[in-house]
Nanobody, 125 residues
């Protein structure tokens, strides 16, 4: 079992930045690829970004490409999502997720084995 705890959400004006962090409980953190998803009110949860186990490969959804950056610190069992140039349409609950064994680009919720509780990001216009 792995526990994931997100932090760093909040209220920010359009054009601003936020940095989300996710802390993982397991010492086998390096066996998991990590992802970020988000869910806006009235919408389905959607893929945002993913990073492979070693941190050398990242993937982004088109809406956030060039503005968001995912990174991980395997020594601290953490993964981060740096969000710049935020837009009101980025408003959502952001979730951290862990994918055991899977490699490559995996964007479906069913690809991930563990989820955090989510952190709210609100971008005002």
């Amino acid at each position: 079992q792995m526990q994931l705890v997100e932090s760093g959400g909040g209220l920010v004006q359009a054009g601003g930045s936020l940095r989300l962090s996710c802390a993982a409980s397991r010492r086998t953190f390096t066996t998991y690829s990590m992802g970020w998803f988000r869910q806006a009110p009235g919408k389905e949860r959607e893929f945002v970004a993913r990073i492979n186990r070693g941190g050398s490969t990242t993937y982004y959804s088109d809406p956030v490409k060039g503005r968001f950056s995912i990174s991980r610190d395997n020594a601290k069992n953490t993964v981060a999502l740096q969000m710049n140039s935020l837009k009101p349409e980025d408003t959502a609950v952001y979730y951290c997720a862990a994918d055991y064994i899977g490699s490559g680009l995996r964007t479906r919720e069913s690809n991930y084995d563990y989820w955090g509780q989510g952190t709210q990001v609100t971008v005002s216009s």
